[in-house]
């Protein structure tokens, strides 16, 4: 069955540190990628999504994410991370031969930053 | 302005004491879906649907129903709670044309005694 990985549950850093947090898919067919962020009492925000074509894809906020074929992997980035990016981060995958709206999400990374 | 929107926000209830949670959107999109949020389990799909009348079974879809009789509109039924069912619900919707990119309604947060 496809499933996600999220590596770490809870991520705390200060203002202006660097942030990656990695996913991981079990999927090897071709998938869309997706990043959301749900902040605090708030519900799930798109931040970025990948489906074809360049593989660094940009999104809100300064956030990018890069898609490693070989790796089966979709990481998230922000090289300075902000007291306002503190949410929970799930990242979530759509295998395209599975049925259409069908997201497979993982469990979340929680990012608490530190002013 | 364009939104999914979920009523009740909260809502406690007793086993066994059926209930609806109703889901609408504005922006005329065919896919929609049911999810439920657990600490720990992140997102994880009951229900979802292609379009009116088309309804398909998520990977959590025991002691759920839904129904898509109009495009706006999409209620899930619990119609026997248990208190494993208290979960954290959103409901999401997205067009044909980019059904992956959902729109996530503001949640409710249910508690079954």
């Known amino acids: 069955a496809q499933s996600v990985s999220q590596h770490n549950h809870h991520v705390i850093l200060s203002e202006a540190a660097s942030l990656e947090l990695g996913c991981n898919y079990s999927?090897?067919?071709?998938?869309?990628l997706f990043w959301y962020v749900q902040y605090p009492g708030q519900h799930l925000q798109l931040l970025l999504k990948?489906?074809?074509?360049?593989?660094l894809v940009k999104g809100i906020k300064g956030f990018e994410a890069e898609f490693i074929k070989n790796k089966f992997s979709f990481n998230l980035r922000k090289p300075s991370v902000q007291w306002s990016d503190t949410a929970e981060y799930f990242c979530?995958?759509?295998?395209?031969?599975?049925?259409?709206?069908?997201?497979?999400f993982g469990k979340g990374t929680k990012l608490s930053v530190k002013p | 302005e364009a939104q999914v929107t979920q009523n009740p926000r909260y809502l406690i209830t007793v086993t066994g004491k059926k209930l609806t949670v109703t889901c609408s959107q504005n922006m005329n999109h065919e896919y929609m879906s049911w999810y439920r949020q657990d600490p720990g389990l992140g997102l994880r799909q009951i229900y979802y649907?292609?379009?009116?009348?088309?309804?398909d079974k998520g990977d959590v879809p025991e002691g759920y129903k839904v129904s898509r009789k109009e495009k706006r509109n999409f209620p899930l039924i619990l119609e026997s709670p248990s208190p494993n069912q208290t979960s954290l619900y959103f409901c999401?919707?997205?067009?044909?044309?980019?059904?992956?990119?959902?729109?996530f309604g503001p949640g409710t947060r249910l508690t079954v005694l």
């Open positions: 649907s292609m379009n009116v009348e088309v309804t």
């Open positions: 999401a919707s997205s067009s044909r044309q980019a059904y992956n990119e959902q729109f």
């Open positions: 979530a995958v759509n295998a395209l031969v599975r049925s259409q709206g069908n997201l497979i």
């Open positions: 999927y090897g067919g071709t998938v869309n």
């Open positions: 990948y489906f074809s074509g360049d593989p």
